[in-house]
Structure formats: C-alpha cells, structure tokens
C-alpha cells in the first residue's frame, strides 16, 4: 500500500475556476510537501508544511495558493482562478527525516 | 548556484549491464540527506534510496547502490543488472537539515536495452 495517495489523479478544469487537490498520508508523517512538474521540466518545490503550518515555500507558491489539513489527516492544495500555466502535474510528499515518499500525482490541465 | 547538478540528460545501458547515474550537489549544510527518485512514463514519483551526510557508508537498496563521495560532493545512483524496466527519468534530490524542502536536478532519462 502507497505511504501516500492523491485525488484526483486527473482533473480538467476551465480558466479562472478553482480547484482542490487532496493528499491522504497513510501513517505518520511529519512533514508535507507539495511540487509541481510542468510537463518535460524539472521538479519544482511549492510548500512544506509542519506541525500544521506552512515552514517553507517558494516564489511560486503566491495568494493564488493554500494549503491546509482541514482534518489532521487529508493534506490539500487549493489553487485559485487557475491560469492556463498551472498545467502540471501536481505531487504530494510526505516524510520523516531519512524518507520522502510522493504520491502519484495529480495531472491538472487548465483549458 | 545549482543545489543539484544532475549533467546527463540521457543515458542508454544493455540490458543486464550496470550503469552510473551522476549527481553531483552543492551547500554548506553540514546536514544533510541525498535521495533519488525515479519516475517512469506514467508519472509517479518512486522513491529508491537515501543517503545522510554522516553515514559511513555506502547506501544499498537492492539493485541500487549510491556511490557517495563527501569530499567531491557527489552522490551518483549505480543500477546494477539493468532491467527493461528501468527505463525511466531518474532524479537526484538533497534536503538540507536546516531548511525544509528538497532541491530536485533535471533528472537523466535511461533507457535500457535490450
């Protein structure tokens, strides 16, 4: 069983809506990444987040972006009024100090 | 300054040979953790193995070995009896202690041969 799974594993969705990608640990973990890979580019870092608060994140990860653990379990990523250059896959990880595990990614085409 | 240099974007190995994948990196962390991932066609992100900056030795995992030289600052992936599947992106990551993210290199394609 995966450390981490992420929903959804596609999503489509009109420029300018919002959107909510989920990320459900399995067991416990201490910290919460979220990065981006744009389609045949690198591996870009967005947020951590520990002991449930953001403890990093990068230029990238602007007021269009949140995270939160609305139930000490599931981990999101919210994105609003998405723009056409979000298109990307999305990975969650979650680690302890010696282990990073991502989930599967979630591909988010903006139209 | 490039955290992770990873400076082969492609490589090709026969099938059952071994093959080097480099990684070299960068930081004045005395602190600090190398990973690598690989990720296959369908995109998932599959974590291989993890070295500390104070383990004596070697990293193992398998097929996997990390060839990890302090001094040079480089972590290199060795895949020994390559395997068709394989085939992948594979990316070297490095989290500093002091900080809270992973630096990820632009990853080296391999593609194994039959």
């Known amino acids: 069983e995966p450390e981490v799974t992420q929903t959804p594993s596609h999503q489509v969705t009109q420029m300018g809506q919002e959107v909510i990608l989920r990320c459900v640990p399995i067991?416990?973990?201490?910290?919460f990444y979220w990065y981006r890979q744009i389609l045949g580019q690198k591996v870009e870092f967005l947020v951590s987040?520990?002991?449930?608060?953001?403890?990093?994140k990068s230029e990238i990860f602007d007021d269009q972006f949140s995270v939160e653990r609305p139930d000490g379990s599931n981990f999101t990523l919210k994105i609003r009024s998405t723009k056409l250059e979000d298109s990307a896959m999305y990975f969650c990880?979650?680690?302890?100090?010696?282990?990073?595990?991502f989930g599967q990614g979630t591909r988010l085409t903006v139209v | 300054a490039q955290k992770i240099t990873q400076t082969q974007p492609g490589m090709f190995v026969q099938e059952k040979e071994a093959v080097t994948l480099d990684c070299t990196y960068d930081?004045?962390?005395?602190?600090?953790?190398l990973f690598w991932y690989k990720q296959p066609s369908s995109g998932e992100m599959i974590f291989l193995i993890y070295?500390?900056?104070?383990?004596?030795q070697n990293a193992t995992e398998g097929r996997y070995s990390l060839n990890f030289q302090k001094a040079r600052k480089s972590a290199n992936l060795v895949i020994s009896a390559s395997q068709l599947g394989d085939s992948a992106m594979y990316f070297c990551?490095?989290?500093?202690?002091?900080?809270?993210?992973?630096?990820f290199g632009t990853g080296t394609s391999l593609t194994v041969i039959p």
């Open positions: 990880a979650v680690g302890r100090n010696t282990e990073a595990f």
């Open positions: 990551a490095m989290r500093e202690w002091s900080g809270n993210q992973f630096y």
């Open positions: 070295q500390g900056s104070y383990d004596q």
């Open positions: 987040f520990y002991n449930n608060e953001i403890s990093e």
């Open positions: 930081t004045s962390d005395p602190s600090y953790g």
């Open positions: 067991s416990n973990h201490l910290y």
